[in-house]
């Protein structure tokens, strides 16, 4: 397979660029960045900025918000689960905590919840770890080096990149938590990247996307799913106090008269049995929602990311913030097909490889905060008419990593990016060698539920950590931040759960009176349509296959 | 289905079952072209969860094939089934009192030294890893080349389900990560420093500092960030180190 002729064709003019951009970037000549003003002015071009792409919310806690269609139409959407069809008297579960979502916020909730002394019932809709934090690749920001770095220096470049619009405390939390978070994947045997033959122990670090200190720590370039296995092994590790169910996810929220979070109600996905969990705190670690392809954009998402968790959350009376910004990872894989809207990590960039258009030149510094950069790679292609064509008829921008190799040696691309080296050898590219294709593509859940910096939620007993919530990345999360930020709350929303279970529960009679209640406001509000959430899972099967199905 | 195969499609075999179904397809698309709604055997879609590992033969071959789902493209012929689950217990331990030895991991997986060196295993991994190699560096007692092997692992579970001896290699491989990782290398000297401050409050005054700044203030200390290089130098220290 490989390249196309024309393609192949193309990367000649990358080539013919290549020692002279060598030459500068080795005499610290970099692409000028973008000022504020700049960088404002570049965001017409982010898909955010599409005025017909959002409206307002109808029904709930945040109404009159306006926020992206394929949000708000499951965010009022009827309910998936008739509350009238639960009976609520006989749990199948007792727990003190339960944990909703089998991720990196999820696992870690667990483990400090059961370090807390709490029974766990730890609940995932697929595997336990099937999440995003998985496909994480490029590394985890921590201000571990005195050096040259502090929480001060994190603290300004998270604010910054979230255009100031960040919750403080959040963010203090998150970036004083960071070296702690550190330090505890060390001790539990994460493998980050260390110093080789170094006798301090010394982490490797670089940039990444408005860093303005080297503090991205990385595991190769599969930093997510070294430490989503390392969690989920210790989580299995405590067997007698955490008990995992898969395959169950939660469809609905458990309150009390009181309004307080009893528990939650689940689905059994392969016999479709529902299943009462009372438990005395719960804590919402449900991730993002890409799999909505968002204006109709690929995404680098984990199958199971559908906004099942905001959709419960909300309709209990959870608001919601920051949902208006989406992320979009600059480079998503557009070639070949196969690999579609697949994550070609920022580290990439981080070791500094340019991004360029089709005649092989650079027009964006190329660590610029994500949303910025996403913003110039769409300018190129769809404004400034530079970008590559793909055989699909879609645009690119060239990624060139042999500029990695060029630059720190033969071998460097295959030993820093095992992933993607071993995945595109097997669609016959070699990146050592070869440019990547790659266009922005649909990354991050920004903005998500209400929350504070202890995890508490404003309904007692119901806590939240990672994608699902909104408020520590302001409008944009840098990268490197979204791994850090499912450790740092899951863990504190972890502690915060099993503090609740042992001293502030209070004992109520489980009701599902606020879906009711949530019914009837979507009635008056004359709320239409067939749509009945949360959806669980992705539909891709072909339109042909569904015209001629055994009707529902 | 009689359907005859159109240019640009190709014939495959779900668990036995025909279908034509483009051939730019991975085997994971092909079957939601097909019809199917994963539950199972899904995960991330990018090759690296696991979820997804697969058997198939080709027509006429006598050869199992593997592959992840999401990663390998169906060719004419294909017959495919998927193991979305297998069993395999996974020995639960507190990592602390778990040695960086052989002797410590056999104990948890006793069946280790059942390997016969097949190489079944190594020829059985989707992600071209050399499965028998890092048992063999477990056996002989290097956990760190075992893991530096193993780094690539998906634990999608294809070795272990193929196994003539019944070895868990994809458990083993986790333990001996992971001891590598707390045991083996040496801990950060620099974290281990600045954890010390942040347990003694050293920042707490700077944070409270920039939290209460209005936005024009921020504005104004994001601008003037020093930046530092890109070019390594582990030497570089920034002009301002007031908030260090």
Redesign the interface.
Known sequence: MGYTRELLELIKKVEATRSARIARARAGQDFPPLSLEGRAERLRFHPDYKAEGRRPLRVGPSKGYAICHEIADLLEAAPLVNPDAVDLRQPDYETDVLVLGGGGAGSSAALLAAKNGARVLLTTKLRHGDANTMMAEGGIQAATQQAWDSPYWHYLDVIGGGHFKNIPELVRTLVSEAPLVIEWLEGLGCLLSKEPDDPQGTLRMIHGGGTSRKRMHFAADITGAEIMRTLRDEVRNQAGKIRVLEFNPAVELILDGAGRCQGAVLLNLETKQLYVVRAKATVLATGGSGRLHIQGFMTTNHYGATADGLVIAYRAGVPVCFLHAVQYHPTGAVYPEQAEGLLITEKIRGYGAHALNVDGEQFVFEREPRDVESACFIRECLEVKKGVPTPAGKWGIWLDSPMIDAMCGAGTVEREFPGKFILFKRYGIDIGKQPMLVYPTLHYQNGGVNYNQRGETNIPGFFAAGEVTGGVHGENRLMGNSLLDVCVFGRIAGESAAAFAREKYAPGEPTLDHVRRFVAERRDAGVEGKTASPILLPDYVSQTVKDKRLPA | MVQQPLPETVRIYIMGKEYVVPD???IQ?AF?????????G????????G?CATVFRYPGSFRIEVGLAC?T?VQEGMYIAQIPFFPAP?A????DDVAATTQAIQALYPELYKCMGCNTCTKSCP??IQVMEYISAVIRGDLREA?RLS??C??CGLCTARCPAELKQYHIA??A???????L???????????A??RAGY?QP??EE??RLD?AE??K???A???????DDPN???KDKS??
């Open positions: 730019s397809l991975t698309k939601e072209f097909a019809g199917y709604q994963w539950i199972r899904c995960g991330c879609r990018g090759g690296i969860c979820a990663q493209v996974k639960t331990y507190n990592l992600m071209d893991a780094f690539d998906v634990m986790e333990l990560r992971r001891l590598t990782g707390a045991r290398q040496p801990r950060a000297k620099h974290l281990a420093e600045q954890t401050r942040i920042f700077m944070l920039v939290e936005e921020l504005k200390r994001y601008v960030r020093e930046a530092q290089p890109q070019e570089w220290s920034p908030y260090l």
